[in-house]
Structure formats: structure tokens, C-alpha cells
């Protein structure tokens, strides 16, 4: 039996007590009834896109990623396009919604938000696990008041048939959802009719030989972590009932006072490496929204979550250590995608002598996610530095606040007009 609890903790931010009495409840609970043996790693990623997006999007993601097309899967009101590196590590589904009049659950998660609604079919879903007994994991997640969509809702809401899926987190508004397979078999996914459609082909092909030309490709490597972003008072039930879902335990959380947040980190039980089920880390303002101006505190988490809504933030990718080009190789990929027309937030930031450097691009107009890249020196195990993490939430937090007021201004024109 697996024993979640006894794995290291670290960083510096004080929980509350409600959280220390929990997690090892949880945690031994969980393992105690077989969830955490049976729920394995993070097996695919669901990303909705608006109309017209997912072409130029899968566009982006191939010359960023190391992701390649493999198929696309049509439904009624649906295109679902699978993206993948190979077996070892998860898929990417990009859905994209033909009829900019679909309304929808995930649809209307975005529409009570400021930038949110701008792109209404544009969000992170959630993540699929891979499971080794589904009617089991289902079972006693159901017996612990979990709750799932029924098959009926799956079918009409166009995801996979063979996907036990999640009713959206009230807290981070993302689904989780469970695959059965065994570790040595393909993930399928039972949905639609499929094909390899020329148009998604060619801008995939395009963006390969692209990024083997700027010698990319062996560069960038597969997903390190996910980072959503919660209002202040969720940050702790939000990490709870992540860890609730799946097989991860709490790697601890750090106090970023310069930016008024903390970033907390979970990693799962059964991989040492990142790479091989990314990390998910979870980020929010240390005060509530309403009380910061009697402090005069930053607040570019909670801003972001009040436009945006609770949602993911940025996918960070991993980048070989080492050199290019007389450059550590995360200068050397971040010139030349910038060189291509993909803009970025800050310079990058960290060094070796640190033990690590870190970036975030600019948000996709597609998905409005971030791409994070960062590179580990020798050993370094952590997933930043304190100023690191300080100086990527403001810088994020700059464009954030652009955006909103972009918002504003267009919501006052509409009024006008």
C-alpha cells in the first residue's frame, strides 16, 4: 500500500489548522481504500477553443511543444484534435467548438468573467488519469460524495465514451476525469469518427520542419507542470480535493510576500519525474481581493482569477540542460521562437549559478494560456526561487491588468454605442 503522507514536505507558508487535520486524513484514507494504487498518472489534458482556433493553435503548439497531431476526432458540435509526444507522457486534446452559438457548462464558466467571456468557448477543462480499475475508482469516489456526469451528459456534452468524467470543481472549475487502461496499452479515445485532416496536417508539418530548422526539437522537452490559479480562500480546499481526486501528495507551499500569493506545489506518488506526470501546482493572492487597497498589497493572482475566472494559467515545459550556440539552451529556444513573432513577458529570469531560469511567454490569443519554459542546472530539484516566482506573477500580472482594462474600454464602448 502506498503511504502518500510520509513524503517530504517543503516550503514556508503557514497553513491553517483545518488543513493540517485533513491532509493526513485524506491522504491515508486514500490510500487505505486502493485509490491511490489504482489512480495512476495524468494521461491527456483538455483544452477547449473557440471557432476557428484549433488550426493556428495546434500551429503554436507544435513549434513550442514538443507535441505532434495524431488524429482528429469529429463529433456533432465538436472537432477534437489529438495532440502527442508518445506513450510516456500525456496526450492533448484541443477541442474546438463549431458553432460560435454552442452553449455548454464549460461555456458558461467563462461568460460571468470580464476577459473571461471575450473568448466564451476558450478554457483548460481538466485533466484525465489513467486508472486501473474504473467501475472501482468511480465506486468509492462516489461512496466519499464525489460526483460525476452521467453517461447521457457525456455523450451530449461530445468527450470521450470511455472517460468516467467529473462535474466541474467548484474551486478551481476544472473536471477531472478517468481512463481505464493498462500502462502498456494505446490510449483510445471513443469519440466520433476519425481522420487526419490535410488542413491540421499541413500547419502541423509546417511548424515541425520549422522548428528542426531553428534546432528546437531535441531542445523542449514535455510537460513539467500545471499551474491554476484560485481565489484566496479556496487555495487549501482546492489542493485537498486535487489530492482527493488523484494519486498526488502535497510537496509543500511557499509564501511569496513581494506579490502578496503563494505558490503550492503537488506531485504524484508514482513518478519521481515531472515529465512522466506533471506536477500541479496550485497559486493564489495570501488576502482577498477587497481588502488590498487598505494595504496598499499587489494582487495580480486574485486580479487574474476576477477576470478570468479560477482556471489554469500557464503550462510550463521542460528545457534540456545544457548549451546552444555558445547560450544555455532556454536563451537560446526563447530567441528564436521570439524571432518567429511570439512575444514574451520578461526576460529571462534565474541563472545557474541559482539552479535554474524560468520565462513566460505572452498568453495564446487562441487559449489564452501562458507557455512557461524552464531549465534546471545539474541536480536542482525545486521548481523555482522565491524572486523567480516574484518577478513571473508580476510580469504576468502587468499583462493581466492591460487586458482588463482593454475590457473595460470595450465594454464602455459597447454601452455607449
Known amino acids: 500500500m502506498s503511504h502518500s503522507y510520509a513524503l517530504e514536505r517543503h516550503g514556508d507558508k503557514e497553513n491553517s489548522a483545518f488543513f493540517e487535520q485533513y491532509l493526513p486524513r485524506l491522504l491515508e484514507e486514500r490510500d487505505r481504500l486502493g485509490l491511490t494504487d489504482m489512480i495512476r498518472e495524468i494521461d491527456a489534458l483538455m483544452i477547449t477553443v473557440d471557432p476557428g482556433r484549433s488550426i493556428e493553435y495546434i500551429g503554436e503548439l507544435c513549434l513550442m511543444t514538443p507535441y505532434h497531431y495524431l488524429v482528429t476526432l469529429e463529433s456533432e458540435s465538436h472537432f477534437t484534435h489529438v495532440l502527442r509526444v508518445n506513450m510516456d507522457y500525456p496526450d492533448l486534446l484541443v477541442r474546438e467548438v463549431k458553432d460560435p452559438n ?3 457548462i464549460f461555456r458558461s464558466l467563462n461568460e460571468v468573467y470580464p476577459i473571461g467571456a471575450k473568448k466564451p468557448n476558450s478554457r483548460y477543462i481538466g485533466e484525465v488519469l489513467r486508472v486501473t480499475d474504473l467501475h472501482g475508482v468511480v465506486e468509492l469516489q462516489k461512496s466519499r460524495e464525489f460526483r460525476f456526469f452521467s453517461q447521457d451528459d457525456i455523450r451530449k456534452l461530445e468527450l470521450p465514451g470511455n472517460l468516467a468524467v467529473s462535474k466541474p470543481s467548484p474551486y478551481t472549475h476544472n ?24 488542413d491540421v496536417q499541413d500547419v502541423y508539418l509546417a511548424a515541425k520542419e ?18 491554476t490559479r484560485v481565489y484566496s480562500q479556496n487555495r487549501e480546499v482546492a489542493i485537498l480535493e486535487w489530492l482527493s481526486w488523484s494519486s498526488y501528495y502535497y510537496w509543500g507551499s511557499f509564501d511569496i510576500k513581494d506579490q502578496n500569493s503563494s ?27 477587497f481588502v488590498n487597497h487598505l494595504d496598499g498589497l499587489p494582487s495580480p493572482t486574485e486580479n487574474f482569477v476576477r477576470n478570468y475566472g479560477p482556471r489554469l ?11 546552444r550556440g555558445g547560450k544555455e539552451n532556454i536563451d537560446y529556444v526563447v530567441g528564436e521562437i521570439a524571432r518567429q513573432g511570439k512575444s514574451f513577458l520578461l526576460d529571462v529570469i534565474g541563472s545557474k549559478e541559482e539552479g535554474l531560469k524560468q520565462i513566460f511567454s505572452s498568453a495564446s490569443e487562441h487559449s489564452s494560456l501562458i507557455i512557461e519554459y524552464v531549465q534546471r542546472f545539474g541536480d536542482f530539484e ?25 475590457a473595460e474600454m470595450g465594454a464602455g464602448r459597447a454601452v455607449t454605442h
Not at 177 to 194: C, K, Q, T
Not at 266 to 276: A, D, G, Y
Open 102 to 104: 454552442t452553449r455548454g
Open 175 to 198: 473536471i477531472v476525469a478517468y481512463l481505464e487502461r493498462p500502462a502498456d496499452a494505446l490510449r483510445v479515445y471513443s469519440l466520433g469518427l476519425s481522420s487526419i485532416r490535410s
Open 210 to 227: 520549422l522548428q528542426a530548422k531553428l534546432k528546437l526539437d531535441d531542445l523542449i522537452l514535455p510537460i513539467d507542470h500545471l499551474a
Open 263 to 289: 505558490t503550492n506545489v503537488t506531485k504524484s506518488v508514482h513518478f519521481s519525474s515531472e515529465l512522466r506526470s506533471p506536477a500541479k501546482v496550485f497559486t493564489a493572492n495570501n488576502t482577498p481581493y
Open 313 to 323: 494559467h500557464h503550462i510550463a515545459l521542460a528545457v534540456r540542460d545544457g548549451e
Open 382 to 406: 525545486g521548481f523555482f526561487t522565491k524572486q523567480n516566482v516574484a518577478e513571473l506573477t508580476h510580469a504576468a500580472g502587468v499583462e493581466e491588468e492591460l487586458n482588463s482594462l482593454q
